[in-house]
């Protein structure tokens, strides 16, 4: 029934029924790459958390596997919650926030293992964090574990007295956890709760901490740049921003391949906000893999390389007005010139008049992703304000069916939303005159999913 729908997404992670939100667990093991995701499978509707689980070999063909956690205990009752995965020995280890709202602490931490990257099994010794730390509070949740000097670090959300935070813990052996302390917490403007943060180096000197606040004014998905301290694990930023400036992105997560590249994938909707595939069976999908790096103290995030082996055909390779579209998989690139006063982009309508407008708007400085012209799904403007110094911008989206995901001047900013069309038969229309256009292309690209 999902494949049936209007909706479904055709190369984007998305569950094969039921509901998906925080991608978890991303690792690369034994030469493939694995997503897993919050998962309720019986239903379209958020649900006791499971771990839904895909597999691919190139990032962009992915294979669903069996559900790789469900709640079996008194502790996890309610779920299980966001986590990571490591790789250690041949095993991999999946760490998870079991949740219970009716226990007395509501959130604790667990660990279950694999040899096969298939089946798992919960350790004997679950939950290995059972009480919350000093300076949080029950909530306590989404850990992110990784290895740094030959000793396992474990980043976790947490919150006390309305400050959100990001605390540390250690272990040698993934079982046994002690309490570092504090990496870093709000400065009582960004958000009262962190969800999923994460922390990764990305050079020698240069890590980044991401993290999802809530009830942070004009913000949903934030990264720090700045350095670590070994010792005490305090985390300095010297720089912070939003990761993502669409509606429908929350709760990403990172890895590292065998490329050593940093890659990250997230929720390809937000909390709240209305889902109309909902009404098919499913619910919820992840972004396409982007590639990060830090420029002048600002995260960069690209479309992974693999995505070029998505296109097939080239539809068009210089201005046209207005382009047919058989299937809404496209990928779009354009180098707009800045030297006239306009909007710049494309939109895409349906025969039924409503319609979605994509670009630049030069006059108000800001990218934007105009929803208020669709019947259904949200209605919104979103907008992001952004300057050049250039007299041109390049704009590339990965339009997906019912989502889009637009790149500005190679990832310096990027907006992803989703929509969904009621009238069938979409136009892609250029915005701009011929003059405007430096350069487009729109690809056709293959529905892997
Ligand atoms: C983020 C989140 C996490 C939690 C999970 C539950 O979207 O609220 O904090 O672990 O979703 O599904």
Redesign the pocket.
Known sequence: KVKQSKFWLGYHIAPPAGWL??PNGLVFYKGEYHAFY?HYPYASQ?GP?HWGHAKSKDLIHWEHLPVALAPEYDYEAG?C??GSAVVSGDGMYLTY?GHNEQRDPKEVQCVAKSTDGIHFEKLAENPVISVPPAHGSPDF??PKVWMQNDIWNMVV?SSKDGIGKAVLYRSKDLKDWEYTGVMVESDGTQGDMW??PDFFSLSEDVDVLIF?PMNMEGSKTRYMIGKMDQETGKFEAKNSGEIDYGIDF??PQTFQDDQNRRILIS?MNM?KKDMPEQTDGWAGALTIPRELSVENEKLIMKPVEEMKNLRTNQLVSTYEKEIKVADLCLEVEMVVSLDNSNKLGFTLSSEIGESIIVGYDTIEKQIITDRRGMLQGEQDLCQAHYQTENNEITLKAYIDRSSIELFVDGGKLVMTNRFYFKGDNITLSIEGEKSDIQEVSVWELKATM
């Open positions: 939100n925080d919050q958020w958390m779920g919650f966001s926030t949740r989404d959300g969800e999923c999802s929350y709760a929720w909390w």
